[in-house]
């Protein structure tokens, strides 16, 4: 799957797009796993995930090749 | 003489001096040994107003509140722009065109402060004392002119708009649905640069803006309402002047105040529309619960570096807690000072609001009101994201309000959290940090792994400290907490 990371998120994590494989079953699991792996320094229940262009809730499981949003709260004016 | 000056006082008490003048009005000579800048300001009556020619003038006051008030704002003047004296002098009555309607003269010890104290008091005057003008047109034509409403000119009007009213979508119809609307803005920043222009520029007929700060000089690469000169001066002032160039048809209502829970009911329930152009995230949030309380559309963007989001959110459509319900603490994601931001981004997020507010005002299009809009301008890439009510929306639906589990507000909260618990300050050694209170310093650029326990984390101003407990919480550790508003806001009685 590809994730794309928006603002703070892809500050932290140092690039915009990235091809991954993971485990995971539950978008809620998998945006763990990158918070952790990539010490993204957000609680996980603030990071949103689209899949395929739709906001999705933690419990969807994840689509194979699906592309994957993840949006932070975004504080700047 | 060296002893004489030393003796002198600095700065003496001065009669606040405001008078009202049913006679013609000539400046007097005025001295003041210990001050060596002088400003005399005459305001005259000009032949036109709003492109239309005027032939007199009529000023009105309610004399007692008048001189009480202008008293007032001329002490305040004094005390703010340390004057060695003030004095204002206004007519009242019929004035021709050439007539002297008001002098100013300030007196202070140096040029600067005589020449800003002066275009101060003739700023807040127009605000703040109740007098009134009323206009006489050549045409025959006369109308009462506020300090914030326009003289009428249906003609101008209709200049103005013209090549939108060729429009099919908008046509005379739309013209007079913008000039009845009214706009509520929060925030005079960098997103309201983008969207206040345009707005005002189109004939929305009233534009209200809140904001409380003064113009910084780090505003002005994205805040392009506001010049050099216009640096420590009050935003929602110089943006409402900047409205009142571009289209003097627009009435524009001032609030010099900082949005909060005492008052986001009043301003929400003024206005047809909402526009959030705040710089963080408890505004936001506040906004948007104030919003679906009174049924009113907000359309909220927030930028980040070289990113923008956008969503619009209608009385009867998905909320931003319905996508975020859990409150974020408010420095979880930086803020512009902290991330940077490139001046276009605002910019260009503040005209999509403008856009989503008239696209509401108009019925043209479709609303972003069940989608997001990610905008990234290194590439021009953008992504609409589409989203839904939440059942569990602790605005909207059932749910419970969530905080941010990674912060206390306090040590004491801290306390009455864990009982027991070691702080770790993550400052570096460079910024020499200094706790009175037993501490483990550890510093966050080479920060390992924490010790084992209940820890409250501490840096200067909560926002690393945040970033640890964060990743804490996110590796299934929820024992590490982060001082909100770092040690900077500790109270002096606090353990330092
Ligand atoms: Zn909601």
Redesign the interface.
């Known amino acids: 799957m590809t994730v794309r990371y928006f603002a703070v998120l892809r500050d932290r994590r140092g690039v915009g797009e990235e091809t991954l494989s993971t485990d995971c079953e539950s978008i809620g699991d998998f945006i763990c796993e990158l918070v952790v792996k990539h010490q993204l320094d957000l609680a996980p229940a603030l990071i949103r995930a689209a899949q395929d262009g739709s906001f999705v809730d933690d419990s969807t499981p994840i689509r194979d090749g699906a592309q994957i949003v993840l949006v932070p709260p975004v504080s700047g004016g | 003489m060296g002893l004489r000056s030393c003796s002198f006082p600095r700065y003496r008490e001065v009669d606040p001096v405001f008078r009202l003048s049913h006679q013609p009005l000539i400046p007097i000579v005025h001295a003041c040994d210990s001050a060596g800048g002088f400003v005399t300001f005459e305001g005259k009556v000009r032949n036109h107003a709003n492109l239309r020619e005027v032939l007199r003038l009529e000023y009105e006051a309610y004399e007692d509140l008048a001189v009480s008030e202008g008293e007032k704002l001329v002490a305040e003047a004094v005390a703010r722009y340390r004057l060695e004296s003030a004095t204002v002098v206004h007519r009242v009555g019929l004035l021709e065109v050439g007539e002297t309607a008001v002098i100013i003269q300030t007196a202070a010890a140096h040029r600067r402060e005589a020449f800003a104290g002066c275009e101060w008091i003739l700023d807040q005057l127009k605000h703040r004392v109740p007098i009134w003008k009323k206009e006489y047109y050549a045409d025959g034509d006369s109308g009462w002119v506020g300090a914030d409403a326009p003289g009428p000119n249906p003609e101008l009007d209709a200049q103005l708009t013209q090549r939108q009213r060729r429009l099919a979508e908008i046509g005379d119809a739309g013209q007079a649905r913008l000039k009845a609307a009214s706009v509520l803005l929060v925030?005079a920043?960098?997103?309201a640069a983008g969207c206040l222009p345009y707005l005002a520029a189109a004939g929305v007929g009233t534009l209200g803006l809140i904001d409380d700060d003064v113009v910084d000089v780090s505003n002005l690469h994205r805040q392009i309402l506001f010049s050099v000169e216009d640096v420590g001066r009050l935003k929602v002032e110089r943006a409402a002047q900047f409205v009142n160039l571009l289209n003097p048809t627009v009435e524009v209502h001032r609030h010099a105040e900082r949005l909060t829970e005492a008052n986001v009911d009043r301003f929400v329930a003024s206005y047809d529309w909402i526009v959030?152009?705040?710089?963080?995230?408890p505004t936001?949030f506040l906004l948007n619960q104030a919003c679906r309380r009174h049924s009113k559309p907000l359309v909220t963007?927030?930028?980040?570096?070289f990113?923008?989001?956008l969503l619009t959110v209608l009385p009867d459509g998905p909320c931003l807690r319905c996508?975020?319900p859990?409150v974020?603490a408010?420095r979880?994601?930086?803020?512009?000072a902290e991330?940077g931001?490139l001046g276009v981004v605002?910019g260009t997020l503040g005209i999509l609001q403008a856009n989503e507010v008239l696209k509401g005002i108009l019925g043209y299009g479709e609303f972003l009101s069940h989608q997001?809009q990610?905008i990234?301008l290194r590439t021009g890439d953008t992504?609409?994201?589409?989203?839904?009510m939440?059942p569990d929306c602790p605005v909207c639906g059932s749910g419970m309000d969530?905080c941010?589990?990674?912060e206390v507000e306090s040590i004491s909260a801290a306390q009455a959290r864990f009982g027991e618990y070691i702080i770790v300050d993550v400052r570096e050694p460079d910024e020499e940090p200094h706790l009175d209170c037993a501490h483990v310093r550890l510093p966050f650029s080479g920060l390992g792994e924490l010790p084992e326990g209940n820890l409250v984390v501490v840096c200067e101003t909560g926002t690393r400290s945040?970033?640890?407990a964060?990743?804490y919480?996110?590796?299934g550790r929820s024992n590490v907490v982060s001082l909100r508003g770092g040690v900077a806001s500790l109270a002096p009685d606090e353990p330092r």
């Not at chain 2, 992504?383 to 839904?388: A, G, N």
Request: net charge neutral; charged share 20%; proline share 6%.
């Open positions: 925030g920043g960098g997103l959030d152009g705040s710089d963080n995230l936001k963007a927030s930028v980040h570096g990113e923008g989001q996508l975020f859990t974020p408010g979880c994601v930086g803020t512009c991330n931001i605002p997001t990610l990234d992504m609409r994201l589409s989203r839904q939440n969530i941010d589990p990674c945040l970033r640890v964060a990743r919480l996110a590796a």
